[in-house]
């Protein structure tokens, strides 16, 4: 059985809840665990790794015991998906300077364009073994 991988995210950012439904229905072999960053194990996982418990700027990814974030972690999720999704993984060869440049645009402002909840996304019953 492949190992799991765990994204972190942000759990009020519509974009990120949305970006977490999209994973579950195009992960079929079910590789990836979530956590909300501020949930108890979203912290305590974001505290082990060195990262910021009040600002979340970017998706985190655990995966084999290494940690990615930015653009880097969007694509290693992507390359996991199902077609045509997992090509995106291709961008990997751009730099990541120039990646994360975009990335950093669309993160700084994902609340104005997308909106935020007041409370973290509660996981339907379906998906809740897919949450820590």
Request: net charge positive; charged share 20%.
């Amino acid at each position: 059985m492949e190992q799991s991988s765990i994204i972190l995210f942000d759990g009020i950012c519509n974009l990120c809840n949305h970006s977490v439904h999209f994973i579950i229905k195009n992960d079929p072999k079910k590789k990836f665990l979530f956590s909300s960053m501020q949930s108890e194990s979203g912290m305590a996982l974001l505290m082990k790794f060195g990262f910021s418990t009040t600002t979340f700027k970017s998706i985190v990814l655990i995966e084999n015991k290494r940690v990615y974030t930015r653009s880097t972690a969007a694509l290693r999720i992507a390359r996991h998906l199902n077609s045509p999704v997992r090509f995106l993984y291709t961008f990997i060869i751009v730099p990541a300077f120039i990646r994360d440049f975009f990335y950093n645009i669309i993160s700084a402002n994902r609340y104005r364009w997308f909106g935020k909840k007041d409370v973290c996304m509660i996981p339907e019953p379906d998906q809740l073994s897919r949450f820590i």
